[in-house]
């Protein structure tokens, strides 16, 4: 094997990790950051009061929604949206009962089922957004068309 073959392989596994990152990166951090928020003790973490607790609730998981369908669009397989829609909505809603249920064990936080109710109506606001996206590209022919379906 030359170094000129060497050199090719090391520089396809970048190509591989780099979009490994560009797929993977975003949803982690952003479930990292909700997570660290999730973990905070106490009544002393920011924005703990009233309805914009909620608010932040609502805001977090609508964004995890948003990067877990950018995640599952950056697959090879093209899907119709419903195929993404149930997938992003159940992994949010369940990654956000896991996070309070989880919050029974950090001093100063307690399960609140209006909490799991916000991260659901974020998530379902996210999908009805990402709904008329998809609509609008697939309208204007700039989707990807899968030719098995």
């Not at 950056?74 to 159940?90: E, H, I, M, N, Q």
């Not at 996070?99 to 799991?116: A, H, M």
């Not at 996210?126 to 030719?147: F, K, M, Y």
Request: proline letters at 4%; a positive charge.
């Amino acid at each position: 094997m030359s170094s000129r073959d060497t050199s090719r392989e090391r520089a396809g596994s970048g190509h591989r990790t780099g979009k490994w990152l560009n797929r993977w990166a975003p949803l982690l951090l952003w479930m990292l950051l909700i997570f660290i928020g999730t973990a905070w003790p106490g009544e002393d973490r920011p924005f703990s009061g009233g309805g914009i607790d909620k608010i932040g609730h609502l805001l977090a998981y609508a964004i995890l929604a948003v990067l877990a369908y950018r995640f599952l669009l950056t697959s090879r397989k093209v899907r119709p949206f419903a195929d993404y829609a149930w997938r992003v909505g159940l992994f949010g809603a369940l990654y956000g009962l896991a996070l309070e249920l989880y919050q029974i064990s950090v001093p100063g936080r307690d399960f609140q089922w209006s909490d799991v109710v916000a991260n659901c109506l974020g998530i379902a606001l996210a999908l009805l957004i990402l709904l008329c996206w998809d609509n609008t590209r697939s309208t204007s022919g700039t989707r990807p068309v899968d030719e098995n379906r």
